[in-house]
C-alpha cells in the first residue's frame, strides 16, 4: 500500500502539513503516516520548577500523536493512519523515511531556527536528498481563485524534469486537475562580444524549440494519461520567476530536484530553491 509521510511538528507549518497530507493520502488511497522526531535538547538556565522525566515527556508526545491520528480519523474515516515516534535529528529521520515512502510532505518551517526564513533547514535537507517526491507546505497557502484546479510543472528536457513531469500528471489526474507545462528562457543578448547585431538571433525558432521540446517531453505522459488537459507556457524570462507567477493559480508546482543549467555537482538547483522559497502554493520537488 502507498504511504504518504507527514513530518509533523505541532509548528503552524506542520499543521498545514498535516492537512494537506491527509487529503492527499485520501485522494491516492494511500495509508498515512505521521513521524514526529523526538529530538532531546538540554537548556541550562535557572528554573525554580521541577524537572520533567524524560519517560513522562515521551509518554505525553505519545498521546498528543494519538489524539491527532483519532482527530485525522474523524475527518478521513476511510483512511489508515500511522504514528511513530523516533529518537533522532528531523532530517536523518525523515530521509530514513523517504526509502519506502511514496511521498514526504513537511511544513515549510518547524518551532526552530530562524523566524525569517520562508523555509527551513529541514525541508530544504529533506527536499535535496530524499529518496521520493517531497512535498512542502506552508502556512495559508491558498491558490487564488480559478475556474478548474491546475497543477503547474517545469519543463526543461532534463532527466529530472521527465520524473517531475509523470509526477505532475499523475497528480493532475487524482485532483481532476489541468496539467499546466512551463518551459521558460532567457533571451540571449542582440548583438556579439564585440558589439555586432547578432545574426544568428531568431526569437521565431526558439520559440519553436521550447515548443517542441515540451511537445517531446510530455508525450509519453499525456498519452498514460488521456483525460488530463494540458496546457502549454512558453515564456521568455527567469524559469523560476515563470514558475512561481503560474502558481498564483495553481494547488501545486512541480519541479525537478535540479535541471540542465548549473553546477552539476549541486543536488539541488537554484530554479528548484528559488520556486521553493516563494511559490505561493506547496511545491513538489522530485528528484
Same mark, same amino acid.
Given at each position: ?28 488511497? &494511500?495509508?498515512? =503516516? ?9 537548556? %541550562? *538556565? @535557572? /528554573? !525554580? ?122 497528480? &493532475?489526474?487524482? =485532483? ?9 528562457? %532567457? *533571451? @540571449? /543578448? !542582440? ?97
Amino acid at each position: 500500500m502507498a504511504t504518504v509521510v507527514i513530518g509533523y511538528d505541532n509548528s503552524t507549518g506542520g499543521q498545514a502539513a498535516l492537512q494537506w497530507a491527509a487529503a492527499e493520502a485520501q485522494r491516492l488511497h &494511500a495509508r498515512l =503516516r505521521i513521524v514526529q522526531v523526538f529530538e532531546l535538547i538540554i537548556a %541550562t *538556565r @535557572p /528554573s !525554580p520548577g521541577k524537572i520533567v522525566p524524560l519517560a513522562g515527556l515521551r509518554t505525553a508526545r505519545e498521546r498528543g500523536l494519538h489524539a491527532l491520528a483519532d482527530g485525522i480519523r474523524a475527518q478521513h474515516p476511510d483512511l489508515v493512519v500511522q504514528t511513530v515516534l523516533v529518537d533522532g535529528s528531523p532530517a536523518e529521520v525523515l530521509l530514513g523515511e523517504s526509502a519506502q515512502a511514496t511521498m514526504i510532505v513537511l511544513g515549510s518551517r518547524g518551532l526552530g531556527g530562524w523566524s525569517g526564513l520562508l523555509v527551513g533547514s529541514v525541508a530544504v535537507q529533506v527536499s535535496t536528498h530524499a529518496q521520493c517526491p517531497v512535498v512542502v507546505v506552508r502556512p495559508a497557502q491558498f491558490p487564488r481563485p480559478h475556474e478548474r484546479p491546475a497543477v503547474v510543472v517545469g519543463v526543461d528536457g532534463s532527466k529530472t524534469s521527465a520524473k517531475a513531469i509523470d509526477f505532475a500528471f499523475d497528480q &493532475a489526474e487524482a =485532483r481532476g486537475a489541468e496539467l499546466v507545462a512551463v518551459h521558460a528562457w %532567457t *533571451r @540571449p /543578448s !542582440p548583438t556579439d562580444d564585440g558589439g555586432e547585431p547578432r545574426r544568428d538571433l531568431n526569437e521565431q525558432d526558439a520559440l519553436e524549440s521550447g515548443r517542441l521540446l515540451v511537445a517531446e517531453s510530455i508525450a509519453g505522459a499525456l498519452a498514460d494519461h488521456p483525460d488530463v488537459q494540458c496546457d502549454t507556457r512558453l515564456v521568455v524570462g527567469h524559469p523560476a520567476h515563470a514558475l512561481v507567477l503560474a502558481g498564483e493559480s495553481a494547488e501545486l508546482v512541480v519541479v525537478g530536484s535540479r535541471g540542465r543549467g548549473g553546477f552539476t555537482g549541486l543536488l539541488l538547483g537554484s530554479t528548484s530553491q528559488n520556486v521553493l522559497h516563494h511559490a505561493p502554493c506547496p511545491v513538489a520537488i522530485v528528484r
